[in-house]
């Protein structure tokens, strides 16, 4: 078990950038999550998958906004046209759905610095 | 939906002194609620979970936390806190049915050991 991973671990970019983050969730887990961190604040949900159905996304998620988890294992999240409310720490989470026991594994983040 | 409420955005206290780190919440359904841990530049750990059963839960690294209904509230505590519990803590809630059991986080306690 190698948990969850997260690259990059940091991103620099210019406004009006595209970004894509790459998450590899803990092998048998068929739940997957993104949260979003911002400087003195608890994560945000933005958006989850069951396999690879993305079951729900938050507001928070704008147009500019797209996450895919084609094979129903790893995940991508895309910011097109970044802006500076963008920067913050993006975190996946994986689970295993099975009853009620639904502990979310975190991975180390990636933190977005949009210039 | 649900809410979260830390109301200690900071807790500093001695070495070897007990702590306690207080979580209220809100929702008109039954919830799951976790205790998260999240040190400088890493993801989040989980340091224990109430779904049902005991009110009193116990965790990882002597910590310990108790649901009360009544009061919709799930303090966390310590007895002995040590150096290296430095770090910034997180209270959750999730729902059991539908939702996706996503997170709603409060806005976290920075939890400082000082000698």
């Known amino acids: 078990d190698t948990g969850v991973s997260q690259n990059p671990r940091h991103k620099i970019t210019k406004r009006g950038q595209n970004v894509t983050f790459r998450c590899d969730p803990i092998?048998?887990?068929?739940?997957l999550y993104w949260y979003r961190q911002t400087l003195g604040q608890g994560p945000e949900f933005l958006t989850y998958?069951?396999?690879?159905?993305?079951?729900?996304k938050s507001r928070l998620l704008s147009d500019r906004f797209s996450a895919e988890r084609p094979k129903g294992s790893f995940s991508t999240l895309e910011i097109q046209r970044t802006e500076q409310g963008d920067s913050a720490m993006y975190l996946c989470?994986?689970?295993?759905?099975?009853?009620?026991?639904?502990?979310?594994?975190f991975g180390p983040g990636t933190r977005l610095t949009v210039l | 939906a649900q809410s979260v409420t830390q109301l200690d955005s900071q807790v500093p206290v001695f070495e070897e002194a007990p702590v306690e780190l207080r979580c209220n919440y809100s929702?008109?359904?039954?919830?799951?609620l976790f205790w998260y841990v999240q040190y400088p530049n890493q993801g989040l750990q989980l340091l224990l979970k109430?779904?049902?059963?005991?009110?009193l839960v116990k965790g990882i690294n002597g910590f310990e936390a108790e649901f009360n209904k009544s009061q919709t509230s799930f303090h966390l505590r310590k007895p002995s806190v040590h150096i290296s519990d430095t770090a910034e803590y997180f209270c959750a809630v999730s729902v059991p049915t539908g939702g996706g059991n996503k997170l709603t986080f409060g806005t976290g306690t920075q939890l400082k050991v000082e000698l």
């Open positions: 929702s008109s359904v039954s919830v799951y």
């Open positions: 109430y779904l049902s059963g005991s009110t």
């Open positions: 092998s048998e887990h068929n739940r």
């Open positions: 989470a994986s689970s295993l759905n099975s009853g009620g026991n639904n502990e979310q594994f």
């Open positions: 998958f069951q396999n690879e159905a993305q079951l729900e």
